[in-house]
């Protein structure tokens, strides 16, 4: 199908789905101020033995890995030059905004002292031993270059459109002052930020396993591996396109849209490879270390890495190799999903099943709050997200629905 600008969508917002999801992020709010105001103790089970819990695993670490396609995509069309696959940045680069923005919102309520979080952007705090610092600086630095790289789509909606009412109105020139500076100015260095995207990604999705390197005697063999860096970095890349297909997907049923077939069918093509190499590291590693043989001792944490790996990696690989399943969009989606799901177990496997004090007195479980914010923030996360892509020529539209106003800054984008 041809396609035209990104465009907003237009469509009511309040339906009986986003309803729901307003309820759900109210609870989810409502927590995170509770456990702000009364401290880590009065809302989670976590204790000296068990210092991180579902916010790390889930909140953190998955939503880090799950915003990988933020920049998998960014340096297929904007490094190796693949236009054909420029519809799907827009949408991309929303999702990994939104997802590091709520995955420091997730952060701030699982630090303990969430008010000293500026302490890394000040240099003579630094301590360039600490892997956290590495994870907390690149993350930082990332999140802003991703609210760079969104400020043209910004642009290109309200450029000469600021027309604020009342006494408002008297910072209306001032307003489209500043969108003609940053369009100016951004048109000229937005493919260096590009590029320090690509590399600040794979620098802390590599260091969120050099994280578990430190902790040999409290891992599970079947995850505890010097390699986890490199296998965290390559799960992350290749988990980026299916994400991808999996948002394009939804977004596509929920606003009554076409999806791209021909995109995301090109896309699902590269994904077995991505893969396949992973999956390889993974045997290899297995192997190297002798660990292989946890796999069928029939515990928790072998049933546990079988659903991972078989479900997650190699089933997605076989099925996304078939052209017949990469053009259907039910399966599509169900390869994307698997492979989403499979990399979303991996960071819960190593950061709570495989993770164990030496002397444990009990086991950990998410108390209710826990639950309730985790669940809040995916749910506020998608209500922003909805309202973000209503708002913004984020989603390409079929030829003749995107209005002309919303082509100049595609075509920045494509020339960067």
Not at 5 to 17: K, M, Q, S
Not at 68 to 86: D, N, S
Not at 169 to 198: C, H, M, P, Y
């Amino acid at each position: 199908m041809a396609h035209d600008a990104a465009a907003p969508v237009r469509a009511p917002y309040f339906t009986t789905g986003v309803k729901i999801l307003t309820a759900i992020a109210g609870i989810g709010i409502a927590v995170y101020l509770y456990r702000l105001i009364a401290g880590l103790g009065a809302v989670t089970n976590l204790d000296n033995q068990y210092p991180w819990g579902i916010w790390i695993a889930i909140d953190v670490a998955c939503g880090v890995a799950l915003a990988a396609g933020g920049f998998t995509t960014a340096a297929l069309v904007h490094i190796f030059h693949q236009e054909k696959y420029h519809p799907v940045v827009r949408p991309a680069l929303l999702t990994a905004l939104l997802g590091y923005t709520f995955v420091v919102i997730g952060l701030l309520a699982d630090l303990g002292r969430y008010y000293n979080v500026w302490h890394p952007m000040i240099p003579f705090m630094w301590q360039g031993n600490s892997v956290l610092f590495e994870v907390g600086i690149c993350v930082m630095i990332y999140l802003t270059v991703l609210y760079i790289e969104f400020v043209p789509i910004v642009v290109e909606r309200f450029a000469g459109r600021v027309h604020l009412p009342g006494r408002l109105s008297a910072l209306n020139r001032l307003g489209e002052a500043a969108l003609r500076l940053a369009d100016k100015t951004l048109g000229r260095f937005l493919s260096l930020f590009l590029i320090a995207g690509v590399v600040l990604s794979c620098l802390h999705q590599s260091s969120l396993g050099t994280l578990m390197v430190i902790a040999p005697t409290k891992m599970h063999p079947l995850w505890w591996t010097p390699m986890s860096p490199l296998l965290f970095l390559m799960s992350a890349v290749a988990v980026g396109f299916p994400m991808v297909i999996f948002e394009s997907i939804l977004a596509s049923r929920s606003f009554k849209l076409k999806p791209e077939l021909d995109i995301l069918s090109g896309l699902a093509r590269i994904i077995p490879i991505l893969l396949g190499f992973y999956f390889a590291v993974k045997v290899v590693d297995l192997v190297l270390r002798g660990a292989w043989v946890y796999l069928f001792d029939g515990s928790p944490a072998s049933v546990m890495y079988i659903l991972e790996v078989g479900g997650g990696v190699v089933l997605p690989l076989v099925i996304l190799m078939l052209p017949k399943a990469r053009r259907s969009i039910g399966w599509l989606f169900a390869g994307a999903a698997l492979t989403v799901g499979g990399v979303a177990l991996n960071r819960i496997n190593v950061f709570l099943v495989a993770y164990r004090p030496l002397y444990a007195e009990k086991t950990y479980f998410p108390s209710p709050f826990e639950i309730a914010l985790t669940v809040g923030l995916i749910a506020l996360l998608v209500l922003v997200y909805r309202a973000a892509v209503m708002i913004f020529p984020v989603i390409a539209l079929p030829a003749g629905a995107a209005p002309a106003v919303t082509r100049n800054a595609d075509k920045a984008l494509a020339g960067a």
